[in-house]
């Protein structure tokens, strides 16, 4: 019963771990993150080299929790919940560079827990509640990091054996509780190389023993917020004297609240510390007006971030190269104070309150000179810098405004960078006012309030690669002409320009263009793309215009290393009339972005329906319905255009019956019979029947269609209104012709139909020649009409005339009523 409890378990286990961890790169790198794992799963093979097994558990660690992975490189075991580390631990993964063991809350290290890792260069042990740095790391000669933030240690003092540690570059010691620095902390770093950095911030330092650092050469020092208090601080730097460093940031972080109130000699201890670069993050409030910068005038960098700088006394640098004064509510850029520093490369002065530009005089070497961020409004830019010849940078984004005219940039030839945005440029949509600056690469003017009037604005920007002006306005169709000239332009930025059409010669010459980015304006088409000289385009974002389709001619002509198009939120055309479309759509879901947010244009606005779900199979069932309804209908139509045809005169004879049975008064009968015969007989008609019958006594009134049929009447109305209708009665001359004639017959039929109702008396069938049988079936009731009525037949035989002729004259005669 156990065994199977037990066994079920684990059959479980190993079925949910094998699943649980995920292959990343394959066979290589794995991540089993926060999966609730108490042991590595034994579906991870042995090639693997970087395994994430952070967030499991893992609470005692020892040799038999790793299998034998040789080519393991990296293993984090962050948030694992380690208690206990056994020696030799990493036996079976010896050949780790990188152990991460982040956030354990270990009580026991073995004293030998890292004996087996002789490859090891990064040991991260942050927050393991390490309360010292007498680590047994011996056999660890390649280690390069050691990062123990966040513990309990309050001694900076390293074991002794790590002074033949000679790749060590890295000593992290942020976040502990070292309030004392002696001397004899120091011996090892004065041993080691030149390159360590060595990060103290976020630690009570109270006193450090003067002295302590002489003669040490350090890359990086990091003390911001090191300090218990302000007094701390300012001994503290005192006691670094003699220390050699490239990089000193000091000052506190951001999330520091503590207000430090500072005396004129707060800094003086900088002095003595021989350094390169200072990164000062000021946060300090001076009770009194001090020059923050006595102590820096031999730095290459200065950057002041986050303090109040009431005023800049004089910088009297001597080799100075890059200068920044970032966040300290400055209100004038220190233009006096900057000109003749001929060291100077670089000045960024961001996120302050200045107003105005001061005239930078005998600058040679300045080259970047970043302004973003102020609160400058000048009318007219920007002779400021004639004496910087050598500008290469200046952005002057995020300012409210700025006016520019012809000959703005007059002597800053140099310029290759140069960046408006989101400030409002005076004066630029109507000249020219970059002609002279021909090795300019990226101008951006976005959202500069500029409307472009003039055709010749970039007039002479002839290398310029990147051009943003999003967010402004062209007046007319300025826009087809205005990059005419941009033959070098690789990346142009027209996007929420409310852009309505675009004309294919708006991109002549851009041949090199490869990202054109449109979104948010209000196009309808992108026919422009049917221009040969926009094939090197590879990104092209159309989203958020009013797109409902594009045509075929167009999708078959698109760049062929387009590899971006964005064409979401457009209202497409999701009918059948776009099938082309919505299957390009569909196919090309690689090289679209975000084809999920591909809606189709939808009447009611709520409702979201993606064209890439669009079910084409129901348009092509609906296009076989037209056809085969279309093809029913036109045969439909042919029959019944064949039928009245065919049946035109019985149609005539039914209207003309119910026009009689209408007004049933008596029809006056201007005949006394109608003779239907064929026009082959009409020789024996004449001579016999109508001498005969006219002639004799009382004469008989025949109705002959040749004679009697009124002119310009249709023969079938004829044969109705005169012939049938006008007779009292049918003399039918059947003969070998009378049966082939197909007027004879509809004649035939249709005296049958007037006499339905009556009896067949009325009509009198005259046989003028032998028929066969056979042949009579062909008419229809003749066949019937004889058999059952009696009937004339001619002879040639003289006397049995003269009884045909009596008799027929009788039968016409009579009346059936
Ligand atoms: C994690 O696993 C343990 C047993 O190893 C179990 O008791 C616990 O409920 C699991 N937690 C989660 C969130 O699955
Ligand atoms: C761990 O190794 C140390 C020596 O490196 C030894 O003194 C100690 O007894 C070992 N502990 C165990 C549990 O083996
Ligand atoms: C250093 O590694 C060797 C094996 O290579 C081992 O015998 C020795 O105990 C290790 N030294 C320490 C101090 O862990
Ligand atoms: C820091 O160290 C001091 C002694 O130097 C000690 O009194 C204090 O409790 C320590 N703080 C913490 C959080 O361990
Ligand atoms: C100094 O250390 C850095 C890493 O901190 C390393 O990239 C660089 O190569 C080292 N330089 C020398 C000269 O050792
Ligand atoms: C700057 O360097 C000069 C000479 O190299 C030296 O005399 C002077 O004391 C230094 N000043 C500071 C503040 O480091
Ligand atoms: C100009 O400064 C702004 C704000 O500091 C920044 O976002 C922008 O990237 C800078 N422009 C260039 C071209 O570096
Ligand atoms: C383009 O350059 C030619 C000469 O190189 C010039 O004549 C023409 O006016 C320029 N057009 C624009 C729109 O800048
Ligand atoms: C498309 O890309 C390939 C490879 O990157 C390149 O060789 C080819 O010239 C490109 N075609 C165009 C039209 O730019």
């Not at 354990?104 to 990064?122: A, D, K, T, V, W």
């Not at 890439?612 to 279309?630: A, E, N, Q, Y």
């Not at 109305?717 to 009292?728: A, L, T």
Request: glycine residues 4%.
């Amino acid at each position: 019963m156990n065994f199977f409890t037990v066994s079920a378990f684990v059959i479980y286990f190993t079925i949910s771990a094998g699943e649980s961890c995920t292959d990343i790169t394959e066979n290589l790198q794995y991540s089993c993150i926060g999966r609730n794992l108490s042991y590595i799963p034994p579906s991870i093979p042995s090639s693997i080299q970087t395994l994430d097994f952070s967030f499991n558990i893992l609470k005692h660690l020892q040799k038999t929790v790793f299998p034998v992975l040789p080519f393991l490189r990296v293993l984090d075991l962050s948030r694992c919940q380690v208690k206990h580390i056994e020696n030799d631990t990493f036996y079976n993964v010896k050949n780790l560079t990188t152990l991460i063991l982040t956030g354990n809350p270990i009580r026991h290290f073995g004293p030998g827990f890292l004996n087996s890792l002789h490859n090891l260069q990064r040991l991260i042990l942050v927050d393991v509640g390490l309360s010292s740095l007498q680590i047994q790391i011996n056999n660890l000669t390649k280690l390069e990091e050691l990062r123990v933030g966040t513990n309990n240690i309050q001694s900076m003092s390293l074991p002794p054996f790590m002074s033949i540690f000679k790749d060590f570059s890295l000593l992290d010691l942020h976040a502990n509780n070292i309030s004392i620095i002696k001397a004899n902390h120091t011996v090892v770093f004065q041993e080691i190389g030149r390159n360590m950095t060595l990060i103290l911030s976020r630690n009570p330092l109270l006193h450090i023993e003067p002295g302590a650092f002489k003669d040490i050469y350090l890359r990086e020092l990091d003390i911001r917020s090191a300090f218990a208090s302000s007094a701390a601080q300012k001994a503290g730097l005192q006691a670094l004297h003699g220390l050699n460093v490239k990089r000193l940031k000091f000052g506190k972080y951001k999330d520091d609240y503590r207000i430090f109130s500072s005396d004129a000699d707060y800094l003086d201890g900088l002095c003595f510390i021989n350094f390169h670069e200072v990164y000062y993050y000021m946060k300090e409030r001076y009770d009194v007006k001090i020059n923050i910068f006595r102590c820096m005038i031999n730095a290459t960098i200065v950057a002041v971030k986050s303090g109040i700088i009431r005023e800049i006394a004089n910088l009297p640098f001597n080799e100075i190269k890059e200068l920044y004064f970032i966040s300290n509510q400055l209100d004038t850029v220190p233009g006096k104070q900057l000109s003749h520093l001929h060291t100077l490369e670089k000045l960024v002065f961001t996120n302050n309150v200045a107003t105005q530009i001061p005239d930078f005089i005998d600058m040679p070497r300045l080259q970047y000179v970043d302004l973003s961020s102020n609160q400058i409004t000048l009318t007219l830019c920007c002779s400021f810098f004639s004496g910087t010849p050598h500008l290469r940078y200046l952005n002057l984004s995020l300012n409210p405004q700025i006016g520019l005219s012809v000959g703005t940039f007059d002597g800053l030839d140099s310029l290759e960078i140069l960046d408006f945005h989101c400030t409002k440029v005076v004066g630029m949509g109507h000249q020219s006012p970059f002609c002279n600056l021909k090795y300019l690469r990226y101008l951006d003017v976005s959202y500069s309030s500029v409307t472009f009037t003039n055709i010749y604005c970039f007039y002479g920007l002839s290398n310029l690669n990147i051009l943003k002006i999003a967010g402004n306005n062209f007046q007319g169709d300025v826009e087809r002409y205005l990059f005419n000239n941009l033959t070098l332009l690789e990346h142009l930025d027209m996007s929420y320009c409310r852009v309505v059409e675009l004309h294919p010669n708006s991109f002549k010459n851009l041949q090199r263009l490869r990202l054109l980015n449109l979104r948010g304006n209000n196009l309808m088409t992108i026919d422009f793309l049917d221009l040969p000289d926009l094939k090197r385009l590879t990104s092209l974002y159309v989203d958020k215009n009013s797109i409902t389709s594009i045509p075929l001619h167009v999708l078959q002509k698109l760049p062929t290393n387009l590899s971006e198009f964005d064409l979401s939120s457009n209202p497409i055309d999701c009918s059948c009339s776009q099938t082309d479309f919505i299957l390009w759509i569909i196919q090309k879901q690689k090289v679209l972005k975000q084809p999920k947010n591909i809606f189709c244009k939808t009447l009611s606005p709520s409702s979201d329906f993606r064209a890439t779900d669009f079910d084409i199979d129901s348009c092509v069932h609906k296009k076989r319905l037209t056809i085969v309804l279309s093809v029913c209908f036109v045969t439909v139509v042919v029959l019944l255009s064949f039928l009245v045809y065919r049946f035109q005169f019985y149609l005539q004879y039914c209207c003309i019956l119910l026009r009689g049975y209408r007004s049933p008064g008596q029809q006056e009968c201007s005949y006394d019979a109608f003779v239907i015969f064929s026009s082959y007989d009409e020789v024996w008609v004449m001579n016999e029947l109508m001498e005969n019958l006219e002639n004799g006594v009382p004469p008989i009134q025949l109705c002959l269609h040749m004679r009697d049929f009124q002119a310009g009447k249709s023969i079938a109305s004829n044969i109705i209104d005169e012939g049938i209708m006008g007779s009292r009665k049918i003399v039918v001359v059947v003969s070998q012709h009378f049966i082939e004639s197909a007027w004879c017959r509809f004649e035939f039929e249709l005296a049958q139909s007037r006499f339905m109702m009556e009896r067949n008396a009325n009509i009198i069938i005259i046989i003028l020649e032998d028929v066969e049988e056979k042949k009579t079936k062909k008419v229809f009731g003749l066949h019937k009409h004889l058999k059952k009525n009696t009937y004339l037949k001619w002879s040639r035989d003289p006397l049995s005339n003269m009884r045909f002729w009596i008799r027929l004259r009788k039968a016409i005669i009579a009346t059936n009523h």
